[in-house]
């Protein structure tokens, strides 16, 4: 049974819009393919390997990788054969403009890396590596739709491998949010799925982010990942997609709904109180506080928070510390101040690469934003949701009554 289901997908291309050019590329490279397909069919993996230059065995290495068994895989990998691989694709003008020719062959250079990772140890060799889940989230980086459509499916595939593979998908778009200016770590998702042309590249990409969040076992994880694509603005994309009739959309879509509904309803909380509701919350906590000596701890973190940019990466580095610092708090049976330190510490860090990502990201002109995408991400972060002080708070519960008089004493004064 296959791991990923590898299909370069060309047929799809051959549609009534096609042009004549197109087509008589695709021909001539699958002649050439066919002539050398018998030439590698007991070749060994250094002899592939160093055929790689030549790019026209593409097709014809991808036939043979389906058929190999597990020890000449093994052997391909060991011996530098995605790096070849992935130094191809590079060579071929990914993060540029490409003609024809190059984007045919960098469908099946892609389809050669998707074989490769249709094995187990590759798969296992790609998570491991987190140079080769750079360089294939990089690979993002190009103007062929159907060659990312290919790798998405490949970050997919890595999400629900394994955990592992998971965080190490995370990171490649961590990765890939530095080096392209972006401010938060989803928003090529967000951008491509605004402009996506055909209800297939966009059932890929929400296919992906059905992944990320199914991936995690963790509730209060997918839902932390979930508000991170809603702050960009995903339920406004997704509602106009909900017009579009397509049977891979709307399974995506639906997906989406019922995972959401299915963590609401496990996050329900005693006394009707909506977590995942910034008011609701807000108000829970004023009332738990209220009239007790943490009060005034409670106004002075909110006058703390108050002052945050929230339009700075320096704000963001500064909320993210806040987070980790109270969870890891309120968590602990027992006062560890070594721990409390190191998560300190970590924060600090986090915070220096937030403002050096600050310097960086003014150096880059545009910060690899599309007007669209630059437009969301400098709207407020809780995109859509009512501010805690949009509406007035209910008066404060009243104190407790005080106890009766003993003894025809008078009772205390209340408590200034």
């Known amino acids: ?218 509730l209060k994880i997918r839902c932390r990942l979930r508000n991170e694509f809603n702050a960009l603005g995903l339920q406004d994309v997704l509602a106009s997609e909900r017009f579009i009739a397509d049977e891979a959309l709307s399974t995506q879509l639906n997906i989406f709904e019922e995972s959401f509904t299915e963590d609401n309803h496990l996050m329900e909380m005693p006394g009707a109180v909506d977590i995942n509701s910034h008011e609701d919350m807000f108000r829970a906590v004023f009332e738990k506080v209220y009239n007790t000596s943490n009060a005034e701890t409670f106004l002075n973190i909110l006058q703390n928070l108050l002052i945050i940019d929230r339009d700075s990466t320096k704000g963001e580095a500064i909320w993210k510390m806040f987070e980790q610092f109270v969870e890891n708090a309120v968590r602990m049976d027992t006062i560890d101040e070594d721990k409390m330190n190191k998560v300190m510490m970590k924060g600090y860090e986090h915070l220096r690469t937030a403002l050096n990502h600050e310097e960086n990201r003014k150096r880059i002109p545009g910060a690899g934003l599309t007007p669209m995408v630059a437009a969301s991400e400098n709207s407020p972060l809780i995109s859509g949701v009512t501010s805690p002080f949009s509406h007035p708070l209910p008066p404060p519960p009243p104190p407790p009554p005080p106890p009766p008089a003993l003894g025809g004493m008078p009772p205390p004064p209340p408590p200034p």
Request: hydrophobic share 40%.
């Open 1 to 218: 049974c296959s791991i990923i289901s590898v299909s370069p997908k060309l047929s799809a291309i051959e549609d009534d819009e096609m042009s004549q050019t197109w087509r008589t590329l695709v021909h001539k490279q699958q002649s050439q393919q066919s002539l050398q397909k018998h030439n590698l069919e007991c070749a060994s993996p250094d002899l592939c390997i160093s055929l790689l230059s030549h790019k026209l065995i593409f097709g014809s290495l991808c036939h043979k990788l389906h058929t190999v068994d597990e020890e000449w895989m093994d052997q391909f990998v060991t011996q530098g054969g995605l790096t070849a691989l992935f130094d191809a694709l590079e060579a071929m003008g990914v993060g540029g403009v490409i003609g024809f020719q190059e984007a045919l062959m960098q469908l099946e250079c892609v389809a050669c890396i998707k074989a490769v990772m249709n094995s187990e140890y590759g798969l296992l060799f790609v998570i491991k590596s987190k140079d080769f889940m750079h360089r294939l989230a990089e690979a993002l980086n190009t103007n062929n739709r159907l060659m990312k459509t290919q790798i998405f499916q490949l970050l997919s595939a890595l999400c629900l491998f394994s955990d592992e593979g998971n965080e190490a998908v995370l990171e490649a778009l961590q990765d890939y949010k530095k080096k392209r200016g972006f401010r938060y770590r989803f928003s090529l998702l967000l951008q491509e799925l605004r402009s996506a042309e055909t209800a297939e590249y966009s059932a890929c990409i929400i296919a992906l982010i059905n992944c990320l969040l199914k991936a995690s076992e963790d």
